[in-house]
């Protein structure tokens, strides 16, 4: 009785969620009004409703508590204690293979369709497997931390000595499961730095053979849409001589900002608000930089598995205006760029609009040399999805 009771909650929170906020914040509200749900209430409940989300647009024609149990059916790789929700032809059926479950369901006569979980597939950039990234996102991604430079070992070290289960994807970077608490354990920001193993990727653009600058002279670096960081301390690992100007549209950055690169040993920046979707970005055209690091707003799509609930809230035509945004962006930040310069541009979406045609548009209109662009592939690591170019300013 316990767990209908759950899932008679989550039918509710689901019917009563308009999209306005992310589902975290209905959540908290719901359960600040409601305080007779334990932690444990809250966590089941919670999960309910992500599994619903999850399903994306896959499915129709069924009522929403059939909806929300086929979305924990195929969100968890055993019934456990979701078990006294289903009937013993469904627990039967249920295991960690996600191919034998759909082939279960379209017995059961329910029209599934994969794709339709992210049903914006004419709008994805080439390479990217429909079907795989759709069903993608019926898993919850992993939690990824990079450890930084001279910590590999204690920090591999104290993992093991504390019993928290880990897998290594590279040398440096680690793969945990999500919700664990690194507090009192790992120094974050000091020894690792919490980020997604895509994100991590970006390094690959940040290397010699690609960057033709003096690698022991200090460089003259904009980081542009700085938010809370992450590419700023990425960059300083990778090239630790650099003085940085981080700019961000919110001021309420600053204090997170700040922390943080104290954590992270880095010392020698300051910070600027603007607006970069407007001409004047007050730096004026004097203002050069050897590196202009663009990690734009974009849709965030190729993060979704994260926030599943934009599967069902988003509106096809964010697409064209994000797209506008960043045509906006790269345009008012390229002045900046001392011929010979690099440009390195950055989106978590997974939308063509956002990534190869950025990649045009800045060819077309500024003659930059695309010295390396990629579809940052996450969906088969439990990991975000992304894109990055670099560019070059020509030397006259």
Known sequence: MRFQSYLNTAVLL???YDGSTPLVHHLKHYFAQYKKHGSKDRKFIGHICYCYCRLGHSVNGLPIEEKVKL???LCNDEAGQWGSLFNEDWLSNWSNNLTEKIAFIHQQGIDFVPEKIFPWQDEVSEGIDGTAFSLAHLLQPDLFVRIRPGHE?????RLR??????????????ALVNGTKLDGILEVNKEVVIQDFSSQQVASFIVPDLIQLNWKEQWKVWDCCTASGGKTILLQDAHANNELLLSDIRDSMLYQLRSRLIAANIHKWHFHIADLTRPNNGLGKSQLFDLVIADVPCTGSGTWARTPEQLLNFSRSSIQEFADKQQKIVSNVI????????????TCS???KENEAAVTFVQQNFQLQLIKAEVI?????KADTMFAALFRKPTT
């Open 377 to 381: 592939k996450g969906y088969d690591k």
């Open 335 to 346: 002045p900046n760029i001392k011929n010979g310069g690099y440009l390195l541009y950055i």
């Open 71 to 73: 979305g924990l059916f």
């Open 153 to 157: 070992q204690t920090v591999v070290q």
């Open 14 to 16: 689901i019917n009563t």
């Open 350 to 352: 997974v939308f063509n």
């Open 161 to 174: 000595d504390t019993g928290i289960p880990f897998q290594k994807r590279t040398a440096n970077s680690l």
